[in-house]
Structure formats: structure tokens, C-alpha cells
């Protein structure tokens, strides 16, 4: 706390006004001081500010062209009550679909009626002590494939209500209802499941759980793919809505199903017919058959089983007496073991010598050791014949597995030939009834040119903007007479006149700054710049789409646009336009060119340049003027500030001791001033 100080009672001088008009000389320096912070402080924040323009930019060219295409198109069905479409920038060609013959539809298990409501306990519907305490349930996924069991608690105070509760909760998939007494069950995804299974499952303790529920299967109504006919070919989903070629296809109802069920059962017999011609082919090689091609199909399958299942007769009978005579060799006994006993664990060196002609006078002592320790003249002659018969039976029971393979392969391909025909056969006898025969739903897609070009212009827009306020910045004119007001200065001002002269003291703060001269140069080269990895070179530059940089080379390169030269462009090659504006690539990349030849070659879409751009100004301006979360010793601004902080509390103390002086001085000169008049008193009363 400051000392109270009251002085002039013996001079009549207003000391405090003298001490503080002294003291505004004194400040001079430390003014100075205060003013070039407030000067750092501006430029830090005028920094700053720059850098929230740019994210701001930035976040705009990414919502806007990067994760979402510029190239959008405008689907149109024919029959959309049928079947609709959206179109995504990636779509091409035309589609249509010939048919549906099945929507996809869930899973589903519907309980019978049983005597119970929402606030049942489950325990009441268990003889005591019986009622499960967990249970597993599951459905398939968007893929059709069986996720994982999901395990779900309950106790002994579970409602029927709660426990509809906690499996919606779950990740099973599934989704339960109880209504009317009866419980549902419907996996959340449709379609059937892709290995043939159940699409939705539950363990033992669910089985019991829903079968007191009076559902006794937990599929009462199994899933089932959408079937439909695409571009002439027969195919299925798992659901109704999925995406073919950049067409975002919902089908909606089922329309000439009897063509699309032949179209699909005809693609299978034919599918099936190359399967078994193939069967045969490979069978019929492999056994040495010759197959006589002006014979029927089934002439030529009897063939090829014939001698198939005359090889499995043969290799049986070969693995018949090899398993004989193995089993009398087993009567020879090493050790009180048979010989297959000790033959069995042998190492590979010791089989290896039974292979050779050695007899057992031809045995080293170590070799005789890799048998048995006792090993016999007997024993090996005994574990010979074990090996012989052993790889003979080896060989034949491959052969005769082989043989069946291949019987069981030909029977395969036969069943579904003959599967397959029936099904043709009985189309064309009971063709399917459908409610809907129409003309097939063409789905065709074309390019949004009024939408892209509003899209540009207003990316230009913005864009220009953004270049505008930064070239204004560092052109603006910088007042040098208008310094930042002191505090006292301050107090001598209206708030406008305040504000007015800070308008000006903040002026140029940013003139001819390196960093976004050098910026602003580098983002209008990137107009000029050839991306020679757009697929078709005549729109390789932003030039040859109508954007340039503007004639007044002043405006710091902003854009401008020929909508005429744009729309031609969009109109000939929209995806060309979309690469060149927006396409993924590399800083540098080699490119071959029509003619051959090599280029290296900035292959990103201008958009993604300029966000690059932006990033490296960010990022000098970080080092320069910092962030909110950066220490000031991270920044060069904020080293600075620190600097003259230091110095401000040094002169602060300064001050305080010059200010302290001259009180102490006045205070002095008051003493003596008082002294005097009391000796001036002192004589006068001497006269008096």
C-alpha cells in the first residue's frame, strides 16, 4: 500500500501535482516500453487472427469438396414406385432391373399366447429355484454373418417387461416385443444367413426362457435376400437398399417375378451344367477315360462312374489285403510288442534303413540301437515286413479315398444339374403368379452442372475473400505519429476519440509482412500449375475450365471465373473438372504422359494444394505469434513480450524509487522552509 503523503502546508506548493508532472518525464521511457507490448499484444492477435480465417477456410474446402464429392449427379427411374435411386458422384452407366422376384425380409419368431403381461416376473413362470439366471442370444449382421452371443442377465425379480428392456439394449441385434401375451423376436437385419444356418440364436437357457414365453423356436418366420435381375444378371442381397456402381438402389415392391425366378433358375442350370462339364473333363483325365462327345450327358456321366467305381473296387480289395497281410506280420512279436507297435514310433532314419536291402548281419551296433535294445535277427525281419505292407496300405487307402472323392463330386454335380433342371422345368409347367408385370425400371444418372458451378462460384467467393482481407492487410497504411495511448493519456480522452486513435495505432500492423506476402505469392502460383495426372489433359490447368486470377494484379490473386468456358468443360468431362479440383495425390509424383514421356508433377487437386498452403502459413505464423495453449517461450512474439514484461518490472521499481526521492526531497525543502519561519517568528516577536 502506497504511503499517504501530504506536502505544501509550509510552502503553499502543490507538491503532489509537481511530483506527478515530474514523475510523467521520469515514465518516458517506460511509456515506450508499454506501448511497444501493446504493440506485440496487437500483432500476436492480428496473427492469430489470420490463422482462425484460414481454419475457417479450410474446414469449408473440407466439408464442402473434400469429404464430400463436388461431383454431384441426379438420378431419375423409370418406375421409382418400384424401384428408386440416388445417384452418388461415382456413378456410371445406366442400370436397370428386370425383376424382383423376393424382398429381403427378417427374421422373425412370433410366440403363442400365453398368460402373462408386461410386469410378469419370470420367476413366476419357473418351478422354484429353476429359472435360468443368464442367457445368450445373437442375429446376423449387415453381412448376413452370425455376430457374436451376447450374454443377458436376469434375476429373479425380472419383468417381462424389463426383459424386452434389456434385449433391445443388447447388442444382439435383435429387437423384442410383448404384446397381447405373445412375445416377438425380429433380428434387426434382414436377409438369410450366408452359411445356411439360423439368423438368429439363442443357447439352452433361452430356449427355455422363451419357450415358458410360448415361443418354443426362436425362427418362427425364417430371413430371406432380396432376388432381383441387374443389367440381365440374376443376383441377391441382404437387404433392400444397397449400392450397384454408384447407384444408391432401393427396391420397393416385387414386379415380373416369374421372369426374373426363370432368369435366375436358367443361370443356375447353366452355371451347374459347367460345373458337371468340368467335373467330367477333370474326372475323365484323371482316369484315363475318352468320352464320347456325340453321346448324351448321362451316357457320358455313367461312363466316367463306371470306371470310378471299378477303382474304388480295385483300391478296396488292395487295401483289404494289405491290412491282412499287415495283421499277419503282427503276429511276429519285438519285446512282447507286435511288430506295427515298435514299426509306429520309429525315426525317420531308422524307416529309411528298412527301405534299403541290408539285411541284419549288415547292421552296426547303432543301428541295431535305433530298433530295440534286443533287437533280433527275427524282430528285424518281422518290423520289414511291417514296412512294406504298411506303405502299400497307405498308398492304396489313398487311392481308394481319392476315388470316392471323386465319386462324391460327380454325385454332386449331378444332384444339382438335376436340381437345377427340375427347377427350370417346373417354372415353364406352374409359372410363378405376380401382381406387377411391367417394363424393367432403367435407372440412369447425369451431372448437376448448375449445381457444381454454384458450388465453384461460391467457393471463389469465399475464397477471394479470404485473399482480399489478407492482401488488404498487408497493404494497409501504417501511422507512425499514432503510438498506443498510455493509461494517463487515456484518462484525458473520450471513449470515441479513444477508439478512433486505436483504429490507427492498430493500422499496418501486418504491412508487407514476410509471412503472408510470401503465402499469398505461393497460393497464386498454384493457379498456374499443370496437373498432368488428370485423366483427360485438356483440362489439366484451371485456365482451360475458365478460372484465372485476376487482371489486377493488386487484388493479390483472387479469382475469377468464365462460367461460359466452365460449363462447356462441365458439360464435356465433369469427372476431369472434379479431379482437377479436388482429386487425392502427392506433392510430387512421376506421371507418364499420352506421348510417353515422364513428368514430374504436383498431382493434387487444387483445393487440397491450397489447404497445404495454408498449413505451412499456419504453421510459421504458430512460431511467430503462437496459440492459446503455447507458453511464451514456444513463440517469437511471446519471447518478446517476455523480454519487455522484464523490463517493465525493473522500471517499475525504478520509478517507485525516483518517485520515493522526490517526495523525500520536497519533504525536506518543507522542513527547512518551516524552520525559517519559525526563526522569522522568532525575530519579529523580539521586535514586538
Avoid: C
Avoid at 429381403?104 to 419357473?126: C, H, P, W, Y
Wanted: overall charge negative.
Amino acid at each position: 500500500m502506497a504511503a499517504m503523503r501530504i506536502g505544501g502546508l509550509a510552502s503553499g506548493m502543490d507538491i503532489d501535482t509537481l511530483v506527478e508532472k515530474l514523475m510523467v518525464a521520469e515514465r518516458m521511457p517506460m511509456d515506450k516500453l508499454e506501448q511497444q507490448k501493446q504493440i506485440y499484444e496487437w500483432q500476436r492477435d492480428a496473427y492469430r487472427d489470420v490463422n482462425k480465417k484460414m481454419t475457417t477456410l479450410d474446414n469449408y474446402i473440407a466439408d464442402n469438396f473434400i469429404l464430400k464429392s463436388l461431383n454431384t449427379k441426379t438420378a431419375t427411374s423409370s418406375n421409382s414406385d418400384l424401384v428408386s435411386a440416388v445417384a452418388t458422384g461415382t456413378a456410371s452407366g445406366s442400370l436397370t432391373i428386370e425383376g424382383v422376384s423376393q424382398l429381403a425380409k427378417a427374421a422373425r419368431g412370433i410366440g403363442e399366447q400365453v398368460n402373462a403381461t408386461s410386469s410378469t416376473k419370470l420367476s413366476s413362470l419357473f418351478e422354484s429355484g429353476k429359472m435360468p439366471k443368464m442367457f445368450t442370444l445373437n442375429a446376423i449382421d449387415t453381412q448376413g454373418k452370425l455376430g457374436e452371443a451376447v450374454s443377458i442377465g436376469i434375476d429373479e425379480n425380472t419383468t417381462v417387461g424389463e426383459l424386452i428392456t434389456k434385449i433391445n439394449g443388447s447388442n444382439a441385434g435383435v429387437s423384442a416385443i410383448f404384446e397381447n401375451g405373445r412375445l416377438s423376436l425380429t433380428a434387426k437385419n434382414t436377409g438369410k444367413e450366408v452359411n445356411g444356418g439360423a439368423a438368429m440364436t439363442t443357447d439352452e437357457n433361452g430356449s427355455e426362457l422363451f419357450a415358458k414365453l410360448g415361443l418354443s423356436k426362436v425362427v418362427t418366420e425364417a430371413g430371406q435376400n432380396a432376388m432381383f435381375q441387374v443389367n440381365g444378371i440374376a443376383t441377391e442381397r441382404t437387404t433392400n437398399a444397397f449400392s450397384i456402381n454408384g447407384y444408391n438402389i432401393t427396391l420397393k415392391s416385387i414386379f415380373n417375378e416369374g421372369a426374373t425366378l426363370t432368369k435366375a433358375a436358367q443361370d443356375s442350370l447353366d452355371f451347374t451344367k459347367k460345373r458337371l462339364d468340368s467335373t467330367l473333363k477333370t474326372l475323365a483325365s484323371t482316369y484315363n477315360v475318352t468320352l464320347d462327345e456325340s453321346g448324351t450327358l448321362e451316357e457320358q456321366i455313367s461312363i466316367v462312374r463306371t470306371k470310378i467305381e471299378s477303382k474304388i473296387s480295385e483300391h478296396g480289395k488292395s487295401v483289404e489285403n494289405a491290412t491282412e497281410l499287415l495283421t499277419e506280420a503282427n503276429k511276429l512279436l519285438v519285446d512282447g510288442k507286435t511288430a506295427e507297435e515298435v514299426y509306429k514310433p520309429l525315426s525317420k532314419e531308422a524307416k529309411a534303413i528298412l527301405d534299403t536291402d541290408m539285411g541284419y548281419s549288415e547292421l552296426s551296433d547303432d543301428q541295431k540301437a535305433m530298433f530295440t535294445s534286443t533287437l533280433t535277427e527275427d524282430d528285424f525281419n518281422a518290423l520289414k515286413e511291417v514296412h512294406t505292407h504298411t506303405a502299400v496300405l497307405e498308398a492304396a487307402s489313398v487311392k481308394l479315398k481319392n476315388a470316392e472323392a471323386a465319386k462324391t463330386s460327380l454325385d454332386t454335380s449331378e444332384t444339382n444339374y438335376k436340381t437345377a433342371e427340375k427347377t427350370v422345368e417346373d417354372l415353364k409347367n406352374t409359372p410363378p403368379t405376380t401382381t406387377v408385370t411391367t417394363g424393367a425400371v432403367t435407372m440412369t444418372s447425369s451431372v448437376n452442372v448448375d449445381e457444381i458451378i454454384n458450388k465453384v462460384k461460391e467457393f471463389v467467393a469465399t475464397y477471394n475473400g479470404f485473399i482480399k482481407d489478407l492482401t488488404d492487410q498487408t497493404k494497409q497504411a501504417k501511422y507512425r505519429d499514432f503510438k498506443p495511448l498510455t493509461a494517463l493519456q487515456k484518462k484525458e480522452m473520450e471513449t470515441k476519440e479513444i477508439e478512433q486513435w486505436e483504429e490507427r495505432a492498430k493500422s499496418g500492423l501486418l504491412k508487407s509482412d514476410s509471412i503472408l506476402t510470401s503465402g499469398l505469392s505461393s497460393l497464386r502460383g498454384l493457379v498456374y500449375q499443370t496437373n498432368h495426372a488428370v485423366t483427360n489433359q485438356k483440362y489439366n490447368a484451371l485456365f482451360t475450365i475458365g478460372i484465372g486470377t485476376s487482371k489486377d494484379y493488386n487484388s493479390g490473386g483472387t479469382l475469377e471465373i468464365d462460367e461460359t468456358k466452365l460449363r462447356k468443360a462441365l458439360e464435356e468431362d465433369p469427372d476431369a473438372v472434379v479431379q482437377l479440383l479436388t482429386m487425392s495425390g502427392e506433392k510430387s509424383a512421376t506421371v507418364t504422359k499420352a506421348d510417353g514421356t515422364t513428368v514430374q508433377s504436383d498431382t493434387r487437386g487444387f483445393m487440397r494444394k491450397i489447404r497445404d498452403e495454408m498449413d505451412a502459413m499456419e504453421k510459421k505464423i504458430d512460431e511467430r505469434a503462437g496459440r492459446g495453449s503455447m507458453a511464451d517461450t514456444q513463440y517469437t512474439l511471446g519471447k518478446y513480450l517476455r523480454n519487455v514484461n522484464q523490463s517493465l518490472d525493473a522500471w517499475q521499481d525504478k520509478l517507485t524509487a525516483i518517485e520515493s526521492r522526490y517526495w523525500k526531497q520536497f519533504g525536506a525543502m518543507e522542513s527547512m522552509i518551516n524552520k525559517a519561519n519559525s526563526q522569522s517568528a522568532s525575530l519579529m516577536s523580539q521586535y514586538y
